[in-house]
């Protein structure tokens, strides 16, 4: 299943080294006095990343280094094959389900900051709001050509959460960033074709029309924040 496969080498990797140790270490810090030591602490510490990314809270560190060591020496499993897989497919399912539950409850609590947010920044006498809720300031108009939904754009930007905490930044790379205006967030498709080539807009979007609760992997987005953006449309490509 893609639970074991995605985890399959390191695994074997890690139950190698742990076979050079005469008795598993107690949880707290290694004495990482050789090489050997260094590269179980390595695996060890990489796979328990990977294990907390997939949703595992917590596991039974004596019931793992025992299943490696049976595993390793070829002994009968206590268990059967089919009841391994059984109980890491349910335990996987279990750990989705959770995840997205959290997921959804920190999507509620971040959509409601956001409503706040908007509803207090629409009052400002330079913002403005258009019928799909996006709201946008303009801090300086250009004078040349305007995009539409289909246009290819070059822009200069930087993202932040209501925060203040910046996500990403093209002026942070040195780079501007060009792309097709139909294969980006709702809030830019509609925001940009109010610009013409020369202004400078900021825009607060709604996370509806961002990245609703499905941000980047990666990301400090988190799942239905509002994004605010401070594009410069630089270029409308022919």
Excluded at 25 to 49: I, K
Excluded at 192 to 203: H, K, N, P, S
Excluded at 207 to 224: A, F, H, Q, T, V
């Amino acid at each position: 299943m893609n639970f074991m496969l995605r985890n399959v080498l390191i695994l074997l990797s890690a139950a190698l080294v742990l076979a050079a140790c005469d008795t598993p270490q107690q949880q707290g810090d290694a004495n990482l006095t050789s090489q050997v030591d260094s590269v179980g602490y390595s695996l060890g510490y990489f796979y328990g990343s990977s294990l907390a990314n997939e949703g595992v809270e917590e596991i039974s560190t004596n019931s793992f280094i025992a299943g490696l060591h049976q595993g390793l020496d070829q002994e009968e499993s206590q268990l059967t094959e089919q009841e391994m897989q059984l109980v890491l497919q349910t335990y996987q399912q279990e750990m989705q389900q959770n995840m997205a539950m959290r997921q959804q409850e920190e999507a509620m609590v971040e959509e409601e900051s956001g409503r706040e947010f908007l509803e207090e920044n629409a009052q400002r006498d330079d913002v403005e709001v258009t019928e799909s809720g996006l709201q946008y300031r303009v801090i300086e108009e250009g004078t040349g050509v305007q995009p539409t939904a289909e246009s290819e754009v070059e822009v200069h930007y930087r993202g932040t959460l209501i925060d203040g905490e910046e996500f990403d930044s093209s002026y942070e790379r040195n780079e501007t960033a060009t792309f097709p205006l139909n294969q980006v967030i709702p809030g830019w498709t509609e925001g940009l074709q109010l610009m013409r080539e020369g202004a400078t807009y900021e825009f607060f979007i709604p996370g509806e029309l961002g990245y609703g609760n499905n941000p980047p992997p990666g990301s400090i987005i988190r799942p239905g924040s509002v994004l605010i953006f401070e594009v410069e449309l630089i270029d409308v490509k022919e």
